[in-house]
């Protein structure tokens, strides 16, 4: 009966112990990372550490919380209401206008375009790119900023023209209006 109640006494010290390193084990894990936990030294095995911080890596931390139903977080019968931080038809006229080159960055909520770099196939010593802010929510006149600009070759090198194309930039401003003007037409 003795050994009974002493192995009874063991089994719930060692149970009440394990959740207790548990959760120690849990707050270290949070404070150095799971691959840190100065109690596991997992640095000592490299192959096993390394495969420990590549998995922590790929894990990463969730950029939602869809806890709950999917459809209660998509659908629940409530219209939304989305407002542009720029002019639609602004931001349409300057991706048609930029259609022909090569887009690097097109940020509808920022309004910025840049196009890749343009170079000419019979000359490869110069090349230009074209960043459009559109800055109104509006359709008005200055709601578009254009910038042309261009570098050459100078021994493997490229630099800066520093020359400003006014009249470039003037085009693409008014070619972007013009169509920004036909798509809020049509569109009435």
Excluded: H
């Excluded at 089994?11 to 596991?40: H, M, T, V």
């Excluded at 042309?148 to 085009?171: A, G, P, R, S």
């Amino acid at each position: 009966m003795f050994k009974y109640f002493c192995g009874f006494l063991i089994s719930i010290f060692l149970y009440g112990c394990s959740g207790n390193f548990q959760e120690q084990r849990d707050k270290a894990a949070k404070l150095y990372g799971e691959c840190d936990i100065p109690s596991e030294n997992l640095k000592a095995n490299k192959i096993k550490y390394k495969q420990c911080k590549a998995k922590e890596r790929a894990d990463g931390e969730s950029l939602f919380n869809l806890e709950g139903d999917l459809n209660e977080l998509i659908g629940r019968g409530e219209e939304k209401v989305y407002q542009y931080s720029v002019n639609p038809y602004l931001w349409s006229a300057s991706l048609e206008v930029t259609s022909l080159y090569p887009i690097k960055i097109a940020d509808n909520q920022g309004g910025f375009i840049e196009t890749d770099w343009i170079t000419k196939s019979d000359n490869n010593s110069q090349r230009c790119l074209i960043k459009i802010r559109v800055l109104s929510t509006e359709l008005i006149t200055t709601g578009v900023d254009t910038k042309f600009l261009c570098e050459y070759k100078d021994k493997d090198i490229w630099v800066t023209d520093n020359v400003e194309y006014l009249q470039e930039e003037k085009q693409i401003t008014l070619k972007i209006l013009e169509i920004a003007g036909k798509l809020a037409n049509t569109s009435s």
